[in-house]
């Protein structure tokens, strides 16, 4: 029985049966759907599309033609799926945010960055582009093979010549059957730099390649933000991303208020979703800064944020929009491509450069073969041609009187059968002795070019030279102006930026209140005085510290701890607030030594009652948790007493038995935790204040209702070493030994 009776039934097992029409349904994905070929950049359909408005001859220069007519031919000649899906790729080659260098030309509505779908195909037309054209450029020279359509009634091309370099500048993404592909659009200019150098310089690495290419360029701008090495290393291995933000600017309003402009946002970002994205967090309470948005959009994006208080900070209410939302997206790279030999490989730079300019030399080599043979069959003719002029009478005579003039040519004047017939079909017109003088003189221009042509292709150095030129027009035709400008910034990776909770409270001015008790609180504005404050009976006011609702305050402790306070955390209000000991986790036999708001890159000196200290910097006195940060190491039953700016180059200390001591400050370590060494000798007496002073700028004190000083040379008395134990202060000293 053979295989073709109808009705036959074969035993097949199904697990068989289906890996094999799965693994011909895997392949069919592959090779001829969704990965690009890295020669032409081009997938089959938008192939497929450009071939046929060639063959329809929609030209730049020509008319625009209805896209259902175009489909219908795409369809019908070349590519066996539903029209929707052509008109879609279509409509994708022609939109210029989509598109880096549209290759169809659109007429019509064909769709926006919002996301609205174009208008039906038998509203819309299009034509061919420039960059279409170089696309296409020596197709009808033999430049590459072609294969019978589908069902085997035409023939398309296999690959196109690939005059642009498509697969960079416009890049591809597609999705098979356990691969894809998504490669970023790119600036032509840059793209053609990097081909040049690799054309004259075939070792060169892809850090040098990267001279040229900076980074992707988006059809809708934006900023990207990528490290440089991780830039180097994604187009190294053909892997990676990129991170997209979009473009932004504070625009200035009445009376202090400002705005956030927002003109550009990142590729393949619908506009109409992202603003429906940024008002439902919005109204889910979830963007604290951010007061209002407006799409105040024309045919340019202008989005407008507006930050719930002008105290707000920009970029702090940026970053927290780009973490939450689509103004910042990162774009995958996967240079996942079908090869020369049709094989999917995930390429690198250098690689995807070097296949193209491969098939760039494969296609000239061809072009100047059909260019030779064609100069070879014209001078055949021109040769018939010059040899009969020497005697036209003869030729007359015999086509005018010979049965079979054709072979009587052939045999008196020893042409061949081209020559002959080209003599035959010559016009009368032609006979004038001006025609023979054009066609000496087309005879030797072709003789030269001839010669020139297969100089070339004898010699690869004028091979890639050639190229080389192709490539610089290309990129002088389409790397400058409104087209080939670079479109999105490059700029360095951003800062990690605080947007914690901290960073959502409104920036506004405070005062710290602490109570001897240990009771704290804050009231609004900057008070000079505690005055009119009231307090728990018993208790008094012990110190104010003006701050911010954004600052974060410094405890430190007798234990030897430093504890981080919000001062947002404070609390507010009319109250008596709460005990410091619910912010900080104090002991009860602990007590404040200080609070204050730590200067950035400040040095604290800090030390014990027994008189031993060192110093530290503001950003070792930071702690998260609210057990705190042991920074003074302290003996047993020892207390912490000191917490004091060091800003000068010399310290006064004094302990409780009045020995006054000034010394050097260098002489004291900076350390980020630690024991510290003595700053003054004691017996029977313990620390009781030191202050940090430019010698130069001597000492200041408070005796009664009035200033004393002391100038740096009456200071040599009590100038020493650390550890010594002093003398006895000036006279009029206060008792409280405090210094200002």
């Known amino acids: 029985?053979?295989?073709?009776?109808?009705?036959?039934?074969?035993?097949?097992?199904?697990?068989?049966?289906?890996?094999?029409?799965?693994?011909?349904?895997?392949?069919?994905?592959?090779?001829?759907?969704?990965?690009?070929?890295?020669?032409?950049?081009?997938?089959?359909?938008?192939?497929?599309?450009?071939?046929?408005?060639?063959?329809?001859?929609?030209?730049?220069a020509a008319g625009f033609k209805k896209c259902a007519r175009i489909v219908g031919d795409v369809m019908g000649k070349f590519h066996p799926h539903g029209d929707q899906s052509i008109y879609d790729a279509l409509v994708r080659l022609a939109q210029d945010f989509a598109a880096r260098y549209p290759m169809i030309d659109g007429q019509g509505n064909f769709g926006n960055i919002d996301g609205d779908n174009p208008a039906a195909m038998r509203y819309t037309e299009a034509r061919l582009t420039l960059v279409a054209s170089a696309m296409?450029?020596?197709?009808?020279?033999?430049?590459?093979?072609?294969?019978?359509?589908?069902?085997?009634?035409?023939?398309?091309?296999?690959?196109?010549?690939?005059?642009?370099?498509?697969?960079?500048?416009?890049?591809?993404?597609?999705?098979?059957?356990?691969?894809?592909?998504s490669i970023p659009p790119h600036n032509v200019g840059e793209v053609c730099g990097a081909a040049s150098l690799l054309a004259r310089k075939p070792e060169a690495t892809t850090t040098e390649l990267l001279t040229f290419i900076h980074g992707p360029d988006f059809p809708t701008g934006g900023v990207l933000v990528e490290d440089r090495d991780a830039i180097l290393a994604a187009y190294e291995s053909g892997r990676g991303g990129f991170r997209v933000r979009a473009k932004w600017a504070v625009e200035p309003g009445k009376h202090g208020t400002w705005s956030i402009v927002v003109t550009e946002i990142p590729y393949q970002v619908q506009k109409a979703r992202l603003i429906e994205q940024i008002a439902q967090l919005l109204e889910d309470k979830k963007l604290p800064l951010l007061g209002d948005v407006r799409d105040e959009s024309?045919?340019?994006?202008?989005?407008?944020?507006?930050?719930?208080?002008?105290?707000?900070?920009?970029?702090?209410?940026?970053?927290?929009?780009?973490?939450?939302?689509?103004?910042?997206?990162?774009?995958?790279?996967?240079?996942?491509?079908?090869?020369?030999?049709?094989?999917?490989?995930?390429?690198?730079?250098?690689?995807?450069?070097?296949?193209?300019?491969?098939?760039?030399?494969?296609?000239?080599?061809?072009?100047?073969?059909?260019?030779?043979?064609?100069?070879?069959?014209?001078?055949?003719?021109?040769?018939?041609?010059?040899?009969?002029?020497?005697?036209?009478?003869?030729?007359?005579?015999?086509?005018?009187?010979?049965?079979?003039?054709?072979?009587?040519?052939?045999?008196?004047?020893?042409?061949?059968?081209?020559q002959a017939e080209a003599i035959l079909n010559m016009r009368l017109r032609s006979l004038r002795r001006l025609e023979e003088e054009e066609i000496r003189k087309e005879h030797a221009a072709l003789t030269r070019e001839?010669?020139?042509?297969?100089?070339?292709?004898?010699?690869?150095?004028?091979?890639?030279?050639?190229?080389?030129?192709?490539?610089?027009?290309?990129?002088?035709?389409?790397?400058?102006?409104?087209?080939?400008?670079?479109?999105?910034?490059?700029?360095?990776?951003?800062?990690?930026?605080?947007?914690?909770?901290d960073a959502f409270v409104e920036r506004e001015p405070i005062t710290a209140i602490l109570s001897d008790k240990g009771w704290i609180r804050a009231v609004k504005g900057h008070l000079a005085d505690g005055a009119d404050l009231k307090f728990k009976e018993g208790d008094s006011l012990r110190m104010l510290l003006t701050c911010e609702t954004t600052d974060r305050l410094c405890l430190f402790g007798s234990n030897g701890r430093a504890y981080t306070l919000k001062a947002a955390d404070l609390p507010r209000g009319r109250g008596d607030g709460q005990p410091v000991r619910l912010l900080a986790d104090l002991a009860n036999e602990d007590e404040v030594v200080a609070l204050f708001v730590p200067r950035e890159g400040a040095r604290y000196l800090l030390a014990g009652a027994s008189g031993r200290g060192l110093l530290v910097k503001s950003d070792d006195l930071l702690a998260e948790k609210r057990t705190g940060r042991t920074v003074l190491n302290l003996r047993e039953s020892e207390r912490a007493v000191l917490c004091v700016l060091a800003e000068g180059d010399h310290v006064a200390i004094m302990g409780t038995n009045r020995k006054l001591l000034v010394f050097p400050l260098e002489q004291v370590p900076e350390l980020a935790r630690g024991t510290g060494v003595t700053l003054q000798r004691y017996k029977d007496a313990t620390l009781d204040f030191a202050h940090v002073f430019r010698l130069a700028d001597g000492l200041t004190w408070k005796s009664g209702e009035r200033s004393r000083h002391e100038s740096a040379a009456s200071l040599r008395e009590w100038l020493g070493d650390r550890g010594l134990v002093g003398k006895l202060p000036p006279s009029g000293f206060p008792k409280t030994s405090r210094f200002t």
């Open 136 to 181: 296409l450029t020596g197709i009808d020279d033999d430049a590459v093979d072609f294969r019978a359509t589908y069902d085997g009634e035409d023939h398309e091309p296999v690959v196109l010549p690939g005059g642009f370099p498509n697969l960079l500048a416009n890049g591809a993404a597609g999705i098979a059957v356990g691969m894809a592909t």
């Open 450 to 501: 001839q010669a020139e042509v297969t100089t070339l292709l004898a010699d690869p150095a004028r091979q890639w030279k050639r190229i080389g030129q192709e490539i610089a027009d290309i990129g002088k035709k389409f790397g400058s102006g409104p087209l080939g400008d670079r479109r999105t910034l490059i700029m360095a990776a951003p800062a990690p930026m605080d947007v914690s909770n």
């Open 1 to 60: 029985m053979t295989d073709d009776v109808p009705g036959r039934i074969e035993d097949t097992n199904l697990s068989d049966a289906l890996s094999e029409r799965y693994l011909a349904y895997a392949m069919s994905t592959i090779m001829s759907r969704s990965l690009p070929d890295v020669r032409d950049g081009l997938k089959p359909v938008h192939r497929r599309l450009i071939y046929a408005m060639h063959v329809l001859r929609l030209d730049p």
């Open 298 to 418: 024309t045919e340019l994006v202008r989005l407008v944020l507006e930050p719930k208080s002008r105290t707000v900070d920009p970029p702090v209410l940026m970053e927290t929009l780009f973490r939450a939302t689509a103004l910042e997206s990162r774009f995958p790279l996967n240079m996942n491509v079908l090869t020369a030999d049709r094989t999917p490989r995930v390429l690198g730079l250098k690689e995807v450069l070097r296949q193209w300019l491969d098939h760039r030399q494969e296609v000239l080599l061809r072009r100047s073969r059909f260019r030779l043979a064609a100069i070879e069959k014209r001078l055949e003719i021109l040769n018939g041609f010059l040899s009969v002029y020497l005697n036209l009478d003869e030729v007359i005579r015999i086509i005018r009187y010979e049965d079979e003039p054709k072979p009587a040519l052939m045999a008196t004047f020893t042409l061949s059968d081209i």
